[in-house]
């Protein structure tokens, strides 16, 4: 009796360990999505979101719905705003009052030109606002003014010696108009707000705990402003992915290139090589830096999910395949993996394995109205039109847009099977 007393016992303690954990990787995929939509990274954003939300747990009702939020403003941000409308009715659901899920609605509902219902959503925004005590005016849109304000604000600081406040100003003016002048002065605040932490005349070392090394160790290189300070790894991959997100491509490589000069296993760093690589049309280069990455990390799905959309961007079909078996066999919880496999299979015109990947994606991720309009795709092509057409309305309900001809051709071939 004591050991079926025992045995229930740790059954019962395994599930809720396990629900921890689940509900734990729930929150991570959102802070994860936050910080990408925070970087305007806003597709690596999204698919965060939708990672996270069936993985939450009846307890976290309330992070459900702001998750929805939070994935309404993305879709709204990429002008996909009938799917912004979908995620902000399901926040509502889960919590009516929630402010901005009618914020992002009406705002969605406002580039659909249905104003009606936008001034309505809004107006209830602005009241839950003022039963909140946070209702504030919009500001106006920033000026050429207020970065010249921040930058002053920001140069008293660092004289002062008041670190955190002088990266705050320098980071409001980049938010403004990304600048190289203001990156710099950024880069002197990181630097010297890490070099008043030393004793004078103590030289700069490696940090054998994060390996973070300095440019007074790298014959011939210096730092970019004019103090001569030293810079860290940390600061030049920081550096270079402010140039990526700005679009200045050639010079995130050369600041991620030498990162890795410096470290030449610094995984992220590879990744997002890889990613301005891709960008500047580099494939080969791209191939490569994406499959070290892979090689120092052999679970790190974003470098399988960038390489598997290069391979099918350059029609390396069989390469996309075998690497999405590779990567799933690695992350068989991971639905985009999946999808990319189903997209894979469909470009080989392999229609019955892409249902099988999109259908497996779908189980893990029903609320992804792509996976659904591609497995609408699928079914079509196997004549298996009711499940085509089912597949294509839940795609359209979750805000996807399909092509009226293909709905058309659909419905009439739908009706001819019945």
């Given amino acids: 009796m004591k050991i079926l007393k025992r045995t229930i016992f740790l059954i019962i303690l395994s599930l809720l360990l396990s629900d921890i954990c689940i509900a734990q990787e729930a929150e991570d ?12 990274l806003i597709d690596k954003a999204i698919a965060e979101f939708k990672k996270a939300l069936p993985l939450f747990k009846e307890d976290q009702k309330q992070m459900k719905a702001e998750t929805y939020v939070t ?5 709204n941000r990429k002008g996909i705003h009938k799917a912004a409308i ?6 509502i659901e889960i919590n009516p009052d929630l402010a901005n899920a009618h914020y992002n609605l009406g705002f969605a509902y406002r580039e659909e030109g249905k104003d009606k219902l936008a001034n309505q959503e809004f107006a209830h925004y602005d009241e839950l606002l003022k039963q909140e005590g946070e209702y504030i005016e919009i500001p106006e849109k920033p000026t050429s003014n207020d970065i010249d304000k921040s930058i002053t604000l920001g140069d ?3 004289k002062e010696g008041r670190f955190d406040e002088a990266i705050a100003e320098y980071k409001k003016a980049l938010e403004i108009k990304p600048r190289d002048d203001i990156l710099n002065k950024l880069g002197q605040a990181h630097q010297q707000k890490r070099l008043a932490g030393k004793s004078e005349g103590q030289p700069a070392k490696i940090d054998t705990f994060t390996g973070k090394k300095t440019l007074d160790e790298m014959p011939g290189l210096t730092a970019p402003d004019e103090t001569g300070q030293d810079i860290s790894i940390e600061d030049l991959a920081e550096r270079g992915i402010s140039y990526y997100d700005q679009g200045m491509i050639n010079k995130a490589i050369e600041e991620f290139k030498e990162v890795l000069e410096l470290d030449p296993e610094d995984v ?9 690589y891709a960008d500047n ?7 490569q830096a994406f499959k070290k990455a892979i090689e120092l990390k052999p679970d790190f799905i974003d470098a399988y999910l960038s390489l598997s959309t290069l391979y099918l961007d350059t029609d390396l079909i069989d390469e996309a395949i075998s690497l999405c078996k590779q990567a799933i066999s690695a992350n068989p919880d991971d639905s985009f993996l999946c999808f990319h496999l189903g997209e894979a299979y469909s470009r080989n015109k392999q229609y019955k394995e892409a249902i099988n990947a999109f259908n497996n994606a779908i189980s893990i991720n029903p609320m992804d109205p792509e996976t659904q309009y591609r497995l609408a795709e699928s079914y079509y092509q196997t004549k298996q039109y009711d499940m085509a057409l089912k597949h294509a309305t839940q795609a359209e309900e979750l805000g996807y847009i399909p092509d009226p001809a293909f709905m058309i051709d659909l419905k009439k071939n739908a009706v001819t099977e019945e």
């Fill in 268 to 276: 992220e760093t590879h990744y997002h090589l890889g990613n301005a």
């Fill in 281 to 287: 049309e580099m494939s080969d280069e791209a191939i």
């Fill in 86 to 91: 979908t995620a902000c009715k399901k926040a």
């Fill in 71 to 75: 994935l309404a403003n993305a879709y």
């Fill in 156 to 158: 008293n600081y660092l």
């Fill in 29 to 40: 995929h959102f802070k994860k999505g936050v910080g990408y939509f925070e970087t305007r």
